[in-house]
């Protein structure tokens, strides 16, 4: 179905992080911990869904040459709930993630996809592609968050219950929760799906390469397969038609 099919692109084939390299300002600025990318990631999905909705149903009737700034008025309107409502319900994790909530609204991510995807397809459609971009982009921020957090302090915490501890002799890495951590860990997980998505090409090509190579040349049931020959093409035909004429 066209609807998941868009909900499934956001999360593997076109993820934003490691497909598209959009968003990558809050992605290494926050996954210090693998629970700032979950908040994070829940803050994304809520504004993209959302927007995509109010903008798929608004874009028939919102005049083209002023469409960005009215989209940005959609964006900023659910960045600012989430904004608010972050304040009020979790004020720990409000100061954690800091400016990087309010910056939602030039997240290139959500304006990208208002323009590209919502503006022009139907409601359904696009709090598919709204709700699978979040989800891939939660994903991608908890990856990065959950490594960088296991081999900067040698634990990983979730809604402050520790799910996995390495132990007192870990050689805990510290600049794995620092910047240059998140560059390092942002570089080899981009290098490994890239990787991942080589190889998924090759072995596509190779299966259409045998699939051209292993095709009959002469389809069964015909008397050409029946006596174990190939099928002429047409121009053999008349060239041996033209030799017995003559």
């Not at 979950?38 to 993209?48: E, T």
């Not at 028939?60 to 709930?81: D, E, G, H, K």
């Not at 942002?186 to 090509?205: H, P």
């Amino acid at each position: 179905m066209p609807v998941l099919r868009d909900f499934w692109n956001g999360i593997i084939k076109e993820n934003p992080v490691f497909g598209l390299v959009l968003g990558l300002c809050p992605t290494l600025a926050v996954t210090t911990a693998m629970e700032n990318g979950l908040w994070m990631g829940l803050a994304v999905i809520f504004v993209l869904t959302c927007s995509n909705a109010i903008i798929s149903l608004l874009a028939p009737v919102i005049p083209s040459r002023v469409r960005i700034p009215c989209f940005i008025v959609v964006i900023a309107t659910f960045v600012t709930l989430v904004d608010m409502t972050m304040h009020a319900f979790i004020p720990a994790m409000y100061q954690i993630l800091g400016i990087f909530i309010p910056l939602i609204v030039v997240n290139c991510i959500i304006l990208g996809r208002a323009e590209a995807f919502a503006s022009r397809k139907p409601l359904l459609n696009s709090i598919a592609d709204g709700l699978g971009m979040g989800v891939g982009f939660t994903g991608a921020l908890m990856l990065i968050g959950g490594i960088r957090e296991v081999l900067g302090t040698g634990a990983l915490t979730l809604f402050g219950h520790r799910i996995l501890y390495l132990g007192p002799g870990y050689p805990a890495a510290l600049s794995f929760i620092l910047p240059p951590g998140a560059f390092l860990t942002m570089g080899l997980l981009l290098g490994a799906f890239n990787a991942l998505g080589s190889y998924r090409a090759s072995r596509a090509r190779s299966k259409r390469r045998a699939g051209l190579v292993d095709r009959p040349t002469a389809t069964a049931g015909t008397p050409a397969a029946a006596r174990g020959k190939s099928a002429p093409t047409p121009q053999k035909a008349a060239d041996t038609e033209g030799g017995g004429e003559a």
